[in-house]
């Protein structure tokens, strides 16, 4: 089923994305138009310390109007590959360097309307090593057992879609290293 991109106009170009109106070109041959959110790619990470805890930061995201728990994420910087950006946001965002991580997979976040890839890795052998954060940025730390997970999500702990993805790419790692 082939479905062509026949034009594109930016309609919005905010600080984060930008908006442009697709017309597309159906495999029917009607057209259509669609609004794709341009947004540059992105990491999660989950660090996983030698005692069995799982960092996550807490903050204030607009989209719930609340705090949500979250496994330490951002945003590629312009031209920046998504290891490099890996290391720099665990520093930022728990302080932590790992000396190892590892690409668990990738997927996309929003595929219906928006562009961006979430990259997702596995931090171990964590130390102490921490960046300023973003200037914007006001977060918490919170530690949690690998073998509480599972709880928290099902008590509705943990909203946030990308760490909930990334908690299913670590699974089996994380199994390894509860039991």
């Not at 309609?11 to 259509?32: A, C």
């Not at 057992?145 to 599972?150: A, G, L, Q, S, T």
């Amino acid at each position: 089923m082939q479905h062509d991109i026949l034009s594109g106009k930016t309609v919005y170009s905010g600080h984060i994305f930008s908006v442009e109106l697709l017309q597309v070109k159906l495999p029917d041959q009607r057209e259509r138009d669609y609004d794709l959110v341009r947004h540059p790619d992105s990491v999660t990470i989950l660090p996983l310390d030698r005692d069995g805890g799982v960092w996550f930061v807490t903050q204030f995201r607009v989209g719930s109007g609340s705090i949500l728990l979250e496994l330490p994420a951002g945003v590629l910087d312009e031209g920046e590959d998504p290891l490099t950006a890996a290391s720099r946001e665990i520093r930022e965002e728990i302080g932590m360097a790992a000396g190892h991580l590892q690409l668990l997979g990738s997927y996309y976040l929003a595929p219906g309307y928006c562009s961006e890839l979430n990259h997702v890795y596995l931090a171990t052998d964590l130390v102490s090593s921490p960046l300023k954060m973003d200037e914007d940025e006001f977060l918490g730390v919170r530690k949690v057992h690998v073998d509480e997970i599972d709880t928290l999500v099902a008590g509705g702990g943990l909203q946030d879609s990308k760490s909930l993805a990334a908690l299913f790419l670590a699974r089996p790692h994380l199994q390894k290293d509860a039991g």
